[in-house]
């Protein structure tokens, strides 16, 4: 694998939503002492308005972030087997920019688009 780092703005941010009326789960790749991690965080909003980490999360190295996608897909299909998450309805990836400010404004204005 190339290493490209020197010209990759870290973090990524790949996923995020609402948990609750405060806080936000960002999923993202990211760099800590010079290794590569993939980190699923909770974040809160501090007094000015800026997003802050949260101490509730998980980070891995790189390596790991294939059986973790394997690990959550065989804890969906489990899930939805024994009819605990039915309701949740899968979400296609955004595929143009427009499409994830569209979601990034609903999820800002709890729902409401301008």
Request: charged share 30%.
């Amino acid at each position: 694998m190339p290493d490209d780092s020197s010209a990759t703005a870290y973090p990524i941010v790949i996923a995020e939503w609402q948990r609750n009326s405060r806080e936000i789960i960002r999923i993202a790749l990211d760099q800590y002492k010079g290794r590569d991690i993939v980190d699923a965080r909770a974040w809160w909003r501090n007094e000015d308005g800026n997003w802050r980490p949260g101490r509730n999360g998980l980070t891995l190295s790189l390596k790991h972030l294939p059986s973790l996608a394997e690990g959550l897909g065989d804890a969906v299909r489990r899930a939805r087997q024994l009819g605990i998450i039915e309701g949740v309805e899968y979400r296609p990836k955004d595929r143009t920019a427009a499409e994830r400010q569209r979601r990034y404004r609903q999820r800002r204005n709890g729902g409401v688009t301008a």
